[in-house]
């Protein structure tokens, strides 16, 4: 079973770039034939798929946010990161790292992820 754990700064400043981490346990990123997806969840609102990087390295991004997202993996530490540009208060929410075994762009049923990490709350706020 694959575990995931996002990590990263709990609160960030309007117009700032917000960097988050996914460790991943229990597969190899660049061998494991999994894909590694960010996904957000705003107070309130329902989950937003965000983008997605394959266990080659292709990158896929929500056209909402494709402008100032940035997914990118570090396979010596087998680690995916997202950077997210020039954020707003809008952009407050719980983010999560998950898995996947197929490409679904787009996704936001959970049930469609195989694995999840436990996500992390990101505020922005001066």
């Known amino acids: 079973q694959v575990q995931l754990q996002e990590s990263g700064p709990g609160l960030v400043k309007p117009s700032q770039t917000l960097s988050l981490t996914c460790t991943v346990s229990g597969a190899s990123i660049p061998t494991g034939y999994y894909y590694w997806n960010w996904i957000r969840q705003p107070p309130g609102k329902g989950l937003e798929w965000m983008g997605v990087?394959?266990?080659?390295?292709?990158?896929y991004y929500s056209p909402h946010l494709k402008s100032r997202t940035y997914i990118a993996r570090d396979t010596s530490k087998n680690q995916v990161t997202l950077q997210l540009l020039s954020v707003t208060p809008e952009d407050t929410a719980v983010y999560y790292c998950a898995a996947s075994k197929t490409l679904i762009l787009g996704a936001t049923a959970g049930n469609l992820y195989d694995d999840w990490g436990q996500g992390t709350q990101v505020t922005v706020s001066s």
């Open positions: 990087i394959s266990y080659s390295g292709s990158t």
